[in-house]
Nanobody, 122 residues
Framework: QVQLVESGGGLVQAGGSLRLSCAAS????????TGWLRQAPGKEREFVAG????????YYADSVKGRFVISRDNAKNTVYLQMNSLKPEDTAVYYC???????????????WGQGTQVTVSS
């Protein structure tokens, strides 16, 4: 079992940056790909970014490509999401999750954090 705790959310103006962190407990963290997904009010949860188990490759939703960067430190059991050039439409609860390499579907993720709120003002 893996437990995940997100941090780093908050309120930021459009064009600003935030860095989210997700700390994992459990010795098997490096056995899973890690992803960030988000859910805005009244919308379905959507994939944002993922990184494979080794950290050697990443993949992104088109809506954030070129603005967000996902990374991981397996020695620290932590994954990060650097968010730049934020837009009001990025406002959502951001969730960290672990699951299958290269899969962006909700069902590919086995364990989830509790989420952290990101609000981007215009």
């Amino acid at each position: 079992q893996v437990q995940l705790v997100e941090s780093g959310g908050g309120l930021v103006q459009a064009g600003g940056s935030l860095r989210l962190s997700c700390a994992a407990s459990g010795r098997t963290f490096s056995s899973y790909a890690t992803g960030w997904l988000r859910q805005a009010p009244g919308k379905e949860r959507e994939f944002v970014a993922g990184i494979i188990r080794s950290g050697a490759d990443t993949y992104y939703a088109d809506s954030v490509k070129g603005r967000f960067v996902i990374s991981r430190d397996n020695a620290k059991n932590t994954v990060y999401l650097q968010m730049n050039s934020l837009k009001p439409e990025d406002t959502a609860v951001y969730y960290c999750a672990v699951g299958v390499d290269y899969c962006s579907r909700y069902g590919c993720y086995y364990y989830w954090g509790q989420g952290t709120q990101v609000t981007v003002s215009s």
